[in-house]
């Protein structure tokens, strides 16, 4: 099977689980794990901030983040409506922070200093929530790997600034952007007050996202960790695969987009789908049938794994267990269930 589901599933490589299993341990909530202790301080200096939490996922990243930054009942964060708090996450900022979102809008999941500006409530209006928090999704997931400007960027840093809000930065993808224009981690994640990453996506993985911040968000950061069941024992079996992966699955990520261009250029040649192959920019290829439930069921009968989007649209994700051969397999397989 070739499986373009998600960059999820990737599954370790043989030198990963070596690693992992080479890994000298110790209590990771006692701060005496030297895998997890290295990963922190590497993805710090790598974002940017003071220092950085291993968490089990990046969903938890966004949890607490928004935990510390929504701190009283009531509170608003502006984020795009496709982001992954407001689609995937069960409805976390109401549920752990008692937040409001207020939901932005376009095609490819970024939004202006200006939009921000917009949606800020006045503080003094009693009737409006109170304006708390922005994020910023990169790459964004659900409109398609699709990378914000770096001065869009800025744009809505300055906007976040002017208005007094709190910044994170969802970086779950965020070094398929590093990669992708060559603009370091650490220039996109610096001017967020909390930035993460995630181990688990293209990276390859099993588990894992590492929170920074400043020295002072962190150790708040610890607090909701230990209150929401994540501060771990030996977690450094998992660290280690993370670490490996930042040593050797960054570079590599450009393989995956130059694939996902490929796949989006050869999509684009057959009757039935609908796709820009300009708007594939990083890992992840969007496109247009007229069933997608029925057209993914057809390419699982030929060996090719898609998921269904929405009611127009299928997903492919290229990764880290997906090669040439594997792109070739899968339009072979789309051209000969591809029809009007
Ligand atoms: C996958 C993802 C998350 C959540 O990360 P998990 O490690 O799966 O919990 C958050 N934000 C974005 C943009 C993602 O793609």
């Given at each position: 099977m070739v499986d373009l589901r998600s960059d999820t599933a990737t599954r370790p490589t043989p030198q990963m689980r070596a690693a992992m299993a080479a890994a000298e341990v110790g209590d990771e909530q006692r701060f005496e794990d030297p895998q997890v202790n290295a990963l922190c301080e590497q993805v710090a200096e790598m974002l940017g901030h003071e220092a950085a939490v291993f968490l089990p996922s990046g969903t938890m990243c966004n949890a607490i983040s928004f935990r510390l930054h929504l701190d009283r009942p009531g509170s608003e964060v502006i984020l795009h409506r496709t982001s992954h708090p407001v689609?995937?996450?069960?409805?976390q900022p109401a549920a752990y922070s008692a937040g409001m979102v207020c939901p932005l809008d376009s095609d490819d999941g970024t939004f202006t200093g200006d939009d921000v500006r917009a949606a800020?409530?006045?503080?003094?209006?009693?009737y409006a929530p109170r304006s708390k928090l922005v994020s910023v999704e990169q790459t964004t997931n659900e409109p398609g790997g699709r990378i914000w400007p770096l001065e869009r960027v800025d744009d809505v840093l300055a906007a976040a600034r002017d208005s007094g809000l709190r910044t994170h930065l969802d970086g779950a993808r965020l070094l398929n952007a590093v990669v992708a224009t060559g603009v370091p981690a650490d220039r996109w994640a610096?001017?967020?007050d909390t930035a993460w990453l995630d181990f688990?996506?293209?990276?390859?993985?099993p588990m894992g996202a590492c929170l920074a911040g400043s020295r002072d968000v962190i150790d708040e950061a610890w607090r909701v960790k230990q209150m929401t069941g994540g501060a771990l024992r030996q977690a450094g079996i998992v660290a280690a695969g993370a670490l490996h992966a930042l040593e050797r699955h960054v570079d590599r990520l450009a393989d995956d987009h130059a694939r996902a261009t490929t796949l989006a250029e050869g999509l684009a040649q057959l009757p039935g789908i609908t796709i820009?192959?300009?708007?594939?920019?990083?890992n992840i290829v969007r496109f247009d049938v007229a069933d997608p439930p029925a057209f993914c069921a057809e390419l699982r009968e030929h060996g090719v794994l898609m998921a269904p989007?929405?009611?127009?649209t299928v997903r492919a994700v290229t990764h880290l267990d997906v090669d040439d051969d594997g792109i070739d397999t899968a339009l072979v397989a789309t051209s000969r269930i591809a029809g009007p």
């Open positions: 689609l995937y996450e069960g409805g800020v409530h006045d503080p003094g209006n009693r610096s001017g967020f688990s996506k293209g990276l390859g993985a820009d192959p300009a708007t594939v920019e990083t989007l929405n009611a127009t």
